[in-house]
T-cell receptor, first 113, second 111 residues
Framework: EAGVVQSPRYKIIEKKQPVAFWCNPI?????LYWYRQNLGQGPELLIR????????DSQLPKDRFSAERLKGVDSTLKIQPAELGDSAVYLC???????????FGPGTRLTVT | KQEVTQIPAALSVPEGENLVLNCSFT??????LQWFRQDPGKGLTSLLL?????REQTSGRLNASLDKSSGRSTLYIAASQPGDSATYLC??????????FGGGTRVLVKP
């Protein structure tokens, strides 16, 4: 069974530029999560989807971050414009609706210069 | 607001020694607690999941205990090996299917 797929794995951009991350969850997983992990810290939830619906986006900085999950499968997280403080690893995870366990992708390491 | 703390932030032990990693959380109203391993540049791999009704969970050389009333969990790794070097994260799940993570303990096992 294929795991959670994320791309790109690494991204370096200048501040004020836009950037997008893509996630393909495990087949059949209805719930999708985006986390941000700063260096030396644990991941923090940005947004959670149940199918196409964003059911928890309370931690998403909505002035510059946006996300979508069309057709309830793949998801894209966008930052526009990026700031120096956005440098972090962005992790995607998925789970079945009722399962306890979340499965994580390898993450995208973003560096904003 | 749930807060999860892991102490120490880093740990170095000689090969063969047992590892003891600590995790504490402030709100005991949790569904479960999960221990993860994270290798450099990689995502998180789930090691053990303890339901709120359980006291411990074991998998091979790994044993995790949970004391919900005191807000503590401990991960024991027996007879450590250099391949155990990684960052270990604990996370608690509460209402809304939300995981709250600790900052992790970075472990180095020296050959």
């Amino acid at each position: 069974e294929a795991g959670v797929v994320q791309s790109p794995r690494y991204k370096i951009i200048e501040k004020k530029q836009p950037v997008a991350f893509w996630c393909n969850p495990i087949s059949g997983h209805n719930t999708l999560y985006w986390y941000r992990q700063n260096l030396g810290q644990g991941p923090e939830l940005l947004i959670r989807y149940e199918n196409e619906e964003a059911v928890d986006d309370s931690q998403l900085p909505k002035d510059r971050f946006s996300a979508e999950r069309l057709k309830g499968v793949d998801s894209t997280l966008k930052i526009q414009p990026a700031e120096l403080g956005d440098s972090a690893v962005y992790l995607c995870a998925s789970s079945t609706r009722t399962a306890y366990e979340q499965y994580f992708g390898p993450g995208t390491r973003l560096t904003v210069t | 607001k749930q807060e999860v703390t892991q102490i120490p932030a880093a740990l170095s032990v000689p090969e063969g020694e047992n590892l003891v990693l600590n995790c504490s959380f402030t709100d005991s109203a949790i569904y479960n607690l999960q221990w993860f391993r994270q290798d450099p540049g990689k995502g998180l791999t789930s090691l053990l999941l303890i339901q709120s009704s359980q006291r411990e969970q074991t998998s091979g050389r790994l044993n995790a205990s949970l004391d919900k009333s005191s807000g503590r969990s401990t991960l024991y790794i027996a007879a450590s090996q250099p391949g155990d070097s990684a960052t270990y994260l604990c996370a608690v799940k509460a209402a809304g299917n939300k995981l709250t993570f600790g900052g992790g303990t970075r472990v180095l096992v020296k050959p």
